[in-house]
T-cell receptor
C-alpha cells in the first residue's frame, strides 16, 4: 500500500509570491490534515479536510488555504509569501473521522518551502 | 486551547542507558500518539494509546497513558544509536468527535544515543 505522497519535496519562492503544495493520501483514507513545522514553533495544525469539506482550522492567517478533491487528494495554498512561512509543510492522512482509533495520522515526507 | 508540554527537549546518552520522555497537559485527550521523526522526513507513528492507564510495549519502548488521559510517557530500555531521532507526542481532541483530525503536538525531544 503506497504511503502519503507530497509534491514537490523542495521549493524556493520569493517574498510576495504564492505557492501550492499537493498531497495524495493513503488509498482509502478520506481525511487529510496539514501541519507546519518550524524549529521555533514545532508542529502546528493548519487545517483538516474530510469529504471535500474543511472540518477544523488552526490559528493561521487567511493567506493559508486549502481544498480537497473528490479523490481525497488535497492541496494547500499560501499567498503573499513571507520569510516566516519558510518551513516543512506536512500532510497527514487518516481513514476517517470516527472513533479514537481513527485519530492515527500517517505523514508524508513533507515539502520543504524556503522563502527568500 | 490544548497544550502539550514535552520534556526533556534534549537528551544525550550513551548506548545501553535507559531514558524516559514525558508529555503532560492540563487537557484531556481522546488518544495520544507517539511519533519518531528523522531529519528531512515526516513523523512516523510508533504507537497510539487510547485508554487511561494503558501501557503498550514495542520491543524496547514502553508507552504509558495517564489514568486521566492528560499525560503520557515513553520509556526506552537499553538505548541504541539507531534510536537517535526526534520523538514527538501528539494528542487528539475530544470535543464531539469533530476534532479527531486535529493533533496537538508537544515540542519534541531530540534524542542522541552515542555508541
Amino acid at each position: 500500500k503506497a504511503g502519503v505522497t507530497q509534491t514537490p519535496r523542495y521549493l524556493i519562492k520569493t517574498r510576495g509570491q504564492q505557492v501550492t503544495l499537493s498531497c495524495s493520501p493513503i488509498s482509502g483514507h478520506r481525511s487529510v490534515s496539514w501541519y507546519q513545522q518550524t524549529p521555533g514553533q514545532g508542529l502546528q495544525f493548519l487545517f483538516e479536510y474530510f469529504s471535500e469539506t474543511q472540518r477544523n482550522k488552526g490559528n493561521f492567517p487567511g493567506r493559508f488555504s486549502g481544498r480537497q478533491f473528490s479523490n481525497s487528494r488535497s492541496e494547500m495554498n499560501v499567498s503573499t509569501l513571507e520569510l516566516g512561512d519558510s518551513a516543512l509543510y506536512l500532510c497527514a492522512s487518516r481513514p476517517g473521522p470516527k472513533g479514537a482509533g481513527g485519530t492515527e495520522a500517517f505523514f508524508g515526507q513533507g515539502t520543504r518551502l524556503t522563502v527568500v | 486551547t490544548q497544550l502539550l508540554e514535552q520534556s526533556p527537549q534534549f537528551l544525550s546518552i550513551q548506548e545501553g542507558e535507559n531514558l524516559t520522555v514525558y508529555c503532560n497537559s492540563s487537557s484531556v485527550f481522546s488518544s495520544l500518539q507517539w511519533y519518531r521523526q528523522e531529519p528531512g522526513e515526516g513523523p512516523v507513528l510508533l504507537v497510539t494509546v487510547v485508554t487511561g492507564g494503558e501501557v503498550k510495549k514495542l520491543k524496547r519502548l514502553t508507552f504509558q497513558f495517564g489514568d486521566a488521559r492528560k499525560d503520557s510517557s515513553l520509556h526506552i530500555t537499553a538505548a541504541q544509536p539507531g534510536d537517535t531521532g526526534l520523538y514527538l507526542c501528539a494528542g487528539a481532541g475530544t470535543s464531539g468527535g469533530t476534532s479527531y483530525g486535529k493533533l496537538t503536538f508537544g515540542q519534541g525531544t531530540i534524542l542522541t544515543v552515542h555508541p
